[in-house]
């Protein structure tokens, strides 16, 4: 008996309407009387009412009770369901490339020779999740049925798609009385509540599951318990806390932006940066929040401010801008943009290569920022050990007279100090240095390459290492310093980018976001409409002043961001002149990694 995929709602009968499929109480009234239905227009639940989302229950059937220990899937059935009503059917055979045991068999019906013809879990799997997608998933028992899609999902190599899953179980166990019954086994609930009948078959039992569901939707009315968060809140072990403070939500927007939790001194607890407000803000008064620091967070808590921004990317330049501004306590990144290091080739008569906290004016080259005070000590020691210039302190008069240092000997330095080089050749190496440190590394690269093949054929491999760190911290500070000071020399930048009602637009000048907005699609197609609509965005937009450069006008990170949005697919050019190619620190930092990663297998 060969199986096929049924993936349709149109090859099953017509759709139905279940019965008794209502609404919670109104809020704050537990026990009234009215139950409002889920499709109410007027009422605003606060997060994604039951009534108007789509769930796809599935149930499978296995070789055994783990897919670790060698269980595979013989059966995959699912009813996708939304508001009451049916929308479509799933169900398959899966050939699982092994015997099934005879107590399966005498238990589902399935037998080996079903299971000949039948799909492989490659085909069955990719075509599920096809079906389920966009959707909450129920299970009863849960953990088995999603414990198996994701086992098979990293076996394949599928990235599994994160659903949200209700488990009919736990949510039986909180809404169902004992003298009503027995056990929370599916059989024993679909004999009150369903006139179908499991038979360990996965769509039968996915229909008898179906009919369940929304016989506890119908009980949670009295609990308050009206949208999926709700639901995955009433389920957990939600601490006290937690539930006293859900009012926060209250009043938060569904819309892109920045929260900021406030206590009961307003001063700010911690910002926060979301696509939807409404359902970030709520997730931490949800099982979904379970870090330690946010539970200390939430108990300090007495108020949420929110900031609506008009794409993405204007909220997360916002939640650096405030997390800087405020420098919250339970924010762990961003807070000290300060603490980064550069390094400096001096303007002075015999330069140097010095780590310093900050870009100065003048005339001296700066790379960087480093993370960290010992990557730039690696970056730096790499500079030193490809070129000869002095590692000294200080400033040297230009005819310098004492005596030669140890390094003079070791022949790493031209030894300016004692008048060994002329201020000529000594410049020479300068730039070349300086090559390194702005255009192209190349000099550095080809050095420490010698150098770690020579330590290799000596089976120095730790020494090798070693070299091979250091000169990625200065690669990288290399190819970061391009990057930024690519955008912050350019005075303006107006990008674009697709957006579903319309055309996000970036005003950025000197590495700084100035503006943002939502180009609508009606002005965006309208001849002549735009450049008048971005003339107005312009008018609004931030006066920026350019920093020192290779530093933009604005936090590290948050120039960072818009380059990345700026790189992003899609993203056009609406004026400036800024180039999204790679500077060439880029293409020795990738084969670079090749090496090293060579070398790690040597």
């Not at 149930?59 to 899937?73: F, H, N, Q, V, Y």
């Not at 937690?242 to 920045?258: E, T």
């Not at 997730?283 to 200390?296: D, I, L, P, V």
Request: aromatic residues 6%; glycine residues 6%; hydrophobic residues 40%.
């Amino acid at each position: 008996m060969a199986a096929t995929l049924g993936v349709t709602s149109d090859s099953f009968p017509p759709r139905r309407r279940l019965t008794g499929f209502v609404g919670p109480a109104t809020y704050g009234h537990p026990m009234a009387s009215h139950q409002p239905a889920f499709d109410d227009p007027d009422i605003d639940w606060g997060g994604r009412p039951l009534h108007d989302t789509t769930f796809c229950v599935v149930d499978l059937e296995t070789t055994g009770g783990s897919p670790a220990k060698g269980s595979r899937i013989t059966e995959i059935g699912a009813v996708k369901v939304r508001g009451g009503e049916i929308l479509g059917e799933f169900q398959t055979l899966v050939n699982p490339d092994q015997l099934i045991p005879a107590f399966i068999t005498v238990l589902t019906g399935i037998t080996d020779q079903m299971l000949v013809e039948a799909p492989r879990i490659a085909e069955a799997l990719p075509s599920f999740l096809e079906f389920a997608h966009g959707t909450v998933l129920v299970a009863h028992n849960a953990p088995f049925d999603v414990g198996f899609l994701k086992h098979a999902s990293r076996e394949l190599g599928i990235t599994w798609p994160g659903f949200d899953v209700i488990d009919t179980v736990p949510l039986a166990r909180r809404v169902l009385l004992r003298d009503e019954v027995p056990n929370v086994k599916l059989s024993t609930l679909a004999a009150r509540f369903s006139p179908v009948q499991p038979d360990h078959r996965a769509l039968t039992d996915a229909r008898a599951t179906v009919d369940v569901l929304h016989a506890l939707f119908e009980r949670l009315g009295t609990w308050n318990v009206a949208t999926v968060e709700d639901v995955a809140s009433f389920t957990s072990k939600v601490t006290p806390q937690q539930r006293r403070k859900r009012h926060l939500a209250d009043g938060v927007p569904d819309a892109p932006g920045v929260y900021l939790f406030r206590d009961a001194r307003d001063e700010v607890l911690y910002v926060g940066t979301s696509r939807s407000l409404r359902t970030r803000v709520r997730s931490y008064f949800t099982k979904a929040e379970t870090r330690s620091r946010m539970g200390e967070m939430i108990a300090l808590a007495e108020r949420v401010d929110t900031v609506v921004c008009s794409t993405d990317t204007e909220a997360r330049v916002r939640e650096l801008r405030l997390i800087d501004r405020h420098r919250p306590p339970y924010n762990r990144r961003s807070k000290f943009p300060e603490r980064v290091s550069w390094l400096r080739l001096t303007d002075e008569p015999w330069p140097r290569v010095s780590l310093v906290r900050s870009v100065t004016e003048g005339a001296a080259t700066h790379i960087g920022p480093f993370g960290s005070r010992r990557q730039a000590e690696a970056a730096l020691a790499t500079l030193h050990d490809a070129f000869r210039i002095r590692q000294c302190s200080g400033r040297l008069p230009i005819k310098p007279s004492r005596a030669a240092c140890v390094l003079a000997e070791l022949g790493q330095c031209l030894s300016p100090c004692d008048g060994a080089v002329t201020p000529a050749d000594y410049l020479l190496e300068v730039s070349r240095v300086r090559t390194a440190m702005t255009a192209d590394p190349v000099e550095v690269v080809s050095h420490l390459e010698q150098r770690m093949a020579h330590l290799a054929e000596s089976q120095r491999f730790e020494d090798a290492a070693v070299l091979r760190d250091r000169a990625a911290s200065l690669i990288r500070a290399v190819r970061r310093t391009q990057r930024l000071d690519s955008l912050a020399a350019e005075p303006e930048v107006i990008a674009a980018a697709p957006h579903a009602d319309g055309w996000q637009v970036h005003v950025i000048r000197h590495g700084r976001l100035a503006a943002a907005a939502i180009l609508p699609r009606q002005v965006a197609t309208t001849r002549g409409a735009t450049a008048g609509w971005v003339d107005i965005l312009l008018t609004t937009a931030e006066t920026v002043e350019p920093a020192i450069r290779p530093m933009p006008a604005a936090l590290i990170e948050e120039t960072e961001a818009l380059l990345r949005w700026l790189e992003s697919p899609g993203v056009r050019m609406v004026r400036g002149s800024w180039s999204s190619a790679w500077p060439a620190a880029a293409r020795h930092l990738e084969r670079f990694d090749v090496d090293l990663q060579v070398a790690r297998l040597a």
